[in-house]
């Protein structure tokens, strides 16, 4: 009967998911210009392959690709309203590899399979593991990655269907990177004009990096950038229901963390030009509106890619920090973070070689 | 004589103002795919035909249409300067008509007709009555909507020319909806992907949804928005001059609002798609930066459109308030607005069938 | 040896430059249609021909052409890292003359050559002058301007290299306007649609306009800008750092105070649609978020271009005060600047006549 169903969907609960579900999440989003645009303002970003249709037209892209933290953002804020909405914390990533470049005009859209449910010993949540999916207009997959995150349970003490906790590599390997980037043209790549003389074999293992600059964020900015992504987390939006909560006031999205983290990083790492694969990431402490974020970076490793004399691997930690600066590379002090410490992201980046 | 004319216009006063005056508004605006995205980076919509090429071009529109609301913004924005520089209160809208979808690519302008004019009893200003007309490149009419307006006399105690009140429809017939639509391909339209598996016939009369999210609003955003639809209503911007004022502070553009609770009804109403007509709307109290803004739906009819087997028509009134959530649907108190309360919006929204 | 090499830019002091040296500087930068929108939302700009592709087509543009001061900010932002990141304080611009129209699609990249140096008396900075050319993909010149900036010593008591301060014309000639605006259909230009009456012939040597208006700034709009325009001069960003300044909080670009007051004159100077040249300018005092912007204009001067029929170019003062409106011309008594005025701009623009 008309209007006996209730219109509006609270989220999903810990109860809800069973292995193996497979959700199809909404809002295919067409990712324009535009939308590059208010990237570039929303955290000032400087490599020339992503800028200048000029330069990645020269090295070998069709024109420049959408960032791909971008393309991060929009993949993983579809699928918030049904993984997500009754997150008590997002714990982890792993496994996410970047599959092929998106341009702009690609529409993308997102899928998740649960590939994982453990509940809390306290039995009023557990934690769920999906994989998720993002694909263009052609069905091609473009992103692809795990995450685990703690969901509410509808009613505290209900059994889950069944537990398993999926085995995740702790890196991508060097043989699975590249597909996200095409052949270079590396006589055609211009240092000049890209920003940086260091190529991939200027960098060696254990070499940290300090990026200087500091960034301070405003809630305006986050806003704009949260609800460019479609993700709808109200933690990040509601300054009135914020006030019952234990920080009192909005949270900002931890993918907003990684992007100004990753923009201050040119300087120092202007040539990584992709991000190839996402190894692992912690959001280690919240952000809020007011907080000036730093970043420094370590060489984990560096590797060769199978098959590709244009570019190679550097496998980097990415580590931001709110209201200090990183000369001095804080991180841990024994097992304890620093409490500046807000990321501390493991990726691997390309760069012409 | 060079210079002997003021260059500056100081907007019109009520004894400018004659029925009948026809007048070309200024700066046509070519909507862009830019404009698309910070629209999205402003409210957040997630409405699938405006933000997929993709899923548009499925169900049979070319390429996705621009947001019915900013469409409106853009046309009503170029009214500002000529009939609302001086106005004390925006007092009404009847009769807006959404009848040709908007792409990126297209130019805006605006016309507007004086179709009634009524003095205050007090005798310092008067009520103008205008016909604005939205036109494409084409000079085809996207928009038309009737709105009247509280307008300072420029002397007070002087009469107005001739007065007249016009009969303005108290809601836009089902026959009269639907142009502004392409007929829509309904084996095409995916649920999963639109984010609501309720189609037009799912709701029913007196039906009320609460959209359950609260979006708090800043002055970076407004002032951006604002000055995105070229408005250029000084009590937006100019936080200097708000100090003399009753308020003490800017006050935020009424169309913000809606914009707001429009992006917000998508929980609940994730296949309205298409605003089609605005049958009446008031804003009743004003919204400030830091306030949180919070909305909910009724439905107040439900029409077929004739010869339209595709969409269905949905009347409904769109509430939002500040500052306080809408499980209860705040409204009235007797005759008396609540006072969280700030848009009482009635308009038609098409969904599939 | 990899990893011997320190990866981070901390930027050039004076002793790094030396006379003739040819500067390229980092990331190339599409602008498109997305960057004319976020243009559009920062300021509110009205001019017909930056906003409409049918107005700019019906005069002879290809299409609308990107505003000329994105186009000046772009240009600017690019040379920041390698000529003021370490500078005290930016002291003139001469000599800045727009070249060549911009259009969406097209790609801009900046070089500098060190044109003058001196150093001050005190042995701890310097002058240095720059001449800046942006260039579009083809590498046709798009805009040309000298600059001068005061630059931190890396060791204070080193000596200059060579010294030369060069000679810098005081206003850009009227036989050296119009290169940046083609032929415009006259009887195609619409007063209506332009929103003032009022043509090249209608204005006055010594008139002064009062553009009425104030525009409050907020930290997000001024760094959304900032970095649209890729410029990383670091007051603009850290709150954190800017704490230990004698300003104690972030400075706003200088460049935000020009497209501010430059969108402001659209009342008064409606027609003025092209920038033709900066003869000077001098930020005067610093903004800061939370400032109100008001603005007025005086016509310093008038001229035909030779062999330009189609328009015209006023040499105009542009003056942007904070905090305090414009009616009564703030500008200096005595030798001192009024203390609410921060901007005096010399420019040419173009109207149709």
Known sequence: MPGSTPKTSSGRFFEDFHLGDSIVHATPRTVRAGDAALYSALYGSRFAVQSSDAFAGAIGYPTAPIDDLLVFHIVFGKTVPD?????????????GRFLRPVYPGDTLSTTSEVIGLKQTSAGDAGIVYVRSIG?????????????WVLVRKREPGTLAHAEQVPELAKAVLPEQLGEGCPRIELAAYDDALAGSRFRWGDYAVGERIDHVDGMTVEEAEHQLATRLYQNTARVHFDAHAAQGTRFGKRLIYGGHVISL???????GLGNAFHIAAINGGRHVAPLFAGDTVYAWSEVLGSAEIPGRGDVGALRLRLVATKNRACADFPLKAGDQYDPSVILDLDYWALLPR
Chains 1, 2, 3 share one sequence.
């Not at 993984?83 to 496994?95: F, Q």
């Not at 694909?135 to 995450?147: D, H, K, P, T």
């Not at 983290?261 to 300087?267: K, T, V």
Request: proline letters at 0%; hydrophobic letters at 45%.
């Open 261 to 267: 983290a990753r923009a201050l990083s040119f300087n």
């Open 83 to 95: 993984v997500s909405l009754n997150a008590v914390a997002n714990l982890g990533y792993a496994d």
């Open 135 to 147: 694909r263009n207009q052609r069905n091609e997959i473009v992103l692809s990655y795990a995450r």
